[in-house]
């Protein structure tokens, strides 16, 4: 089968590595592990981690060639339309899988999903419904999951509450914005680009500021993705009592000011996130087709021509997902 994969890793030159190409279907080689089931991929989105992967973050020279992908959107074995939840949590761990120290994300240990068919467990998949495309439902696994448990699991945040979302042009961001004002809560957005910034604007954010800017009012929390560039913004901008929930650290994890003090003696929280829940993908699933919400496509491309899409990713230009569609 057509299957976008990693042959090797270059850290200077990550495309380098990418090959669009034949690899053996799920369950050609081996059989496939009790439980298990195989989607027939209409859409898969693409993700940073699957630039970490071409850098050779979390994999192995003995580990490739491997299939890249940890989001798809497509049809089970019973014909169903489904959403394929990435987390792949060990058999024998019960409860929330972001917790299970053994769990791997789809192309980290098990082949991923930019592939004409990806195997997964049975119990992974969720329901797509019919109102939602496959290519939107393609957007939801990573970055929007991540952003629905930064939210409403993690950030505990309900409507009335007043939130910032850093850095309004990356995939989390924009699922953070977006999902945040169907939510009915109140949000602020911070971008270094005027464009960007407009864009966060027409995607629900109630009102936008250059990254570092005084804001006007303090918030109930903070979703932070950023990491160094906008740590000490992030603290000044809460209330006391008030929550910073990080997921990712794009400009870097090391820290200028780490605000200890104001930390302390505000009482904020610190609190980290990753990925989400089987169960709360299903909710975002029931959130966005009870409100008609829908993820930011940035471009929609067919998988044969997924270089495009990395290199795009790579270069920065993106606002909202990447979607390759078969
Ligand atoms: N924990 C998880 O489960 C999980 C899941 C998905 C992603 N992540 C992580 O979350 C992070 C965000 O990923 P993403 O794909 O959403 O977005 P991204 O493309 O990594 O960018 C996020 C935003 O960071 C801002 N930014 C970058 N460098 C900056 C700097 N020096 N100063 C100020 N702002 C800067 C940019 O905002 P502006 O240009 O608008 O200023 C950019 O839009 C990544 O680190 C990713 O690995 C984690």
Redesign the pocket.
């Known amino acids: 089968m057509e299957a976008v994969h990693v042959t090797a890793f270059s850290t200077d030159d990550p495309l380098s590595g990418l090959v669009v190409g034949e690899r053996p279907e799920p369950g050609a080689e081996q059989p496939l592990p009790e439980g298990w089931t195989t989607v027939t991929v209409k859409a898969a989105s693409l ?3 699957d630039l ?1 992967s071409l850098r050779g973050v979390g994999l192995k020279e003995d580990q490739l060639p491997m299939i890249l992908g940890t989001d798809a959107a497509g049809i089970d074995e019973d014909g169903n339309e489904v959403v394929v939840h990435g987390v792949i949590s060990d058999p024998s761990w019960r409860g929330d899988e ?1 917790l299970d120290p053994r769990r791997s994300l789809l192309s980290e240990r098990h082949q991923g999903t930019m592939a004409e068919k990806v195997a997964v467990p049975r119990t992974n998949l969720v329901p797509k419904p019919a109102s939602m495309s496959f290519a939107e439902a393609a957007c939801l696994p ?2 929007w ?2 952003a629905y ?1 930064m939210l409403f699991t993690r950030g505990v945040l309900k409507a009335g509450d007043t939130v910032l979302v ?10 953070l914005i977006t999902l945040a004002r169907a939510a009915g809560l109140r949000v602020l957005a ?4 005027e464009a ?2 407009e864009r ?1 604007l027409e995607i629900g954010a109630h009102e936008v500021f250059e ?2 800017a005084r804001l006007p009012v303090k918030v109930d929390a903070v979703m932070e ?6 740590w000490s913004h992030s603290i000044r901008a809460l209330r006391p009592g008030g929550r910073i929930v990080i ?6 994890p090391k820290l200028d000011d780490a605000e200890l003090t104001r930390i302390f003696f505000l009482q904020l929280s610190v609190v ?5 829940t089987r169960d709360e993908l299903a909710s975002l699933v029931t959130m966005l087709d009870a409100t008609g919400t829908r993820p930011l496509v940035d471009r929609e491309l067919p998988m044969a021509q997924a270089r495009d899409g990395f290199a795009a ?1 790579l270069d ?1 230009e ?2 909202g997902k990447v979607v390759f569609t078969r």
């Open positions: 993700n940073h981690h970490f972001t990573t970055a999951l991540t448990r850093q850095g309004a042009g990356g995939g989390v961001a924009t699922a911070t971008s270094r680009d960007k910034r966060a990254s570092g993705t950023v990491g160094r560039a906008t997921s990712g650290t794009t400009s870097g980290g996130s990753t990925m989400g990713m920065g993106l606002f």
